[in-house]
């Protein structure tokens, strides 16, 4: 009988023919793969600054594990007012989360002498209360402020003439830059009122009763109905009680 002397391991690594050091290394791997399929919260910040400008954007909770998203992200104001960003990932399977924004003070905090603004901006049309939907817009109920240009976006007003006399399609918060989407022509013609209908051929021109089956504004299209045959028509509304088919 051969007797070989007893040798302590000299490493505990090295122990099990090195399977421990594999495993080790297949495990960074798979971590760094995991890593770079979720989306990087700087990205999300930059699209977000991309869309409302330089504005102070509210951190992305560091726990949050959203997935990669190999679209073109979306950003928009889901809500009236523009202190809130919908950030969405526009894929099949994609995500979408809320973050709040707010303008950067462009004066220094301890500084007696004031910087003076490179910011370029431009009139817009805000609500100096809040307005109800339905009620016609006076002169009273807005004011002009000055904005930075990358906070007016098409269709918002840079002046009273597209908003005084129209009626909010929804209720506009106190402080609210007001947009073309919010408003709409006033209501000239009520579901159920007796309206006059002319109708025009060849140069000639007929006039009829019927009635609204609509509400409906200037250069609205509402349905009408002819009460002696109830046949149901369409027309274009001209003034309060005159629709108009062509």
């Not at 793969?33 to 400008?53: N, W, Y």
């Not at 129209?166 to 989407?181: H, R, V, Y």
Request: proline residues 7%; positive net charge.
């Amino acid at each position: 009988m051969n007797i070989y002397p007893f040798r302590k391991p000299t490493s505990k690594l090295l122990d099990s023919t090195g399977k421990p050091l594999l495993w080790l290394f297949v495990l960074l791997c798979f971590n760094s793969v995991i890593a770079s399929e979720l989306q990087s919260h700087d990205e999300i910040h930059l699209a977000v600054k991309k869309f409302a400008g330089d504005v102070a954007i509210q951190e992305v909770d560091p726990r949050l594990r959203l997935k990669k998203c190999d679209e073109i992200l979306e950003v928009r104001h889901p809500f009236s007012t523009e202190t809130t960003v919908e950030v969405r990932c526009p894929e099949e399977a994609g995500w979408k989360l809320f973050l709040t924004i707010s303008p950067k003070s462009i004066m220094p905090e301890y500084s007696d002498e004031p910087v003076k603004s490179t910011i370029e901006t431009s009139k817009g049309i805000i609500a100096k209360r809040r307005l109800q939907r339905g009620i016609k817009i006076l002169a009273s109920d807005v004011e002009s402020k000055a904005f930075p240009n990358n906070r007016l976006k098409i269709g918002h007003f840079s002046n009273f003439d597209g908003v005084i006399g129209m009626e909010p399609n929804q209720t506009i918060p106190k402080g609210a830059l007001i947009s073309s989407n919010m408003l709409r022509p006033p209501i000239l013609v009520r579901k159920g009122d007796a309206v006059s209908i002319v109708f025009e051929r060849n140069g000639l021109s007929v006039v009829n009763e019927g009635i609204a089956l609509e509400n409906g504004g200037l250069r609205e299209k509402i349905k009408i109905q002819l009460p002696d045959t109830k046949k149901i028509l369409s027309a274009t509304i001209q003034s309060p009680g005159v629709v108009k088919i062509p």
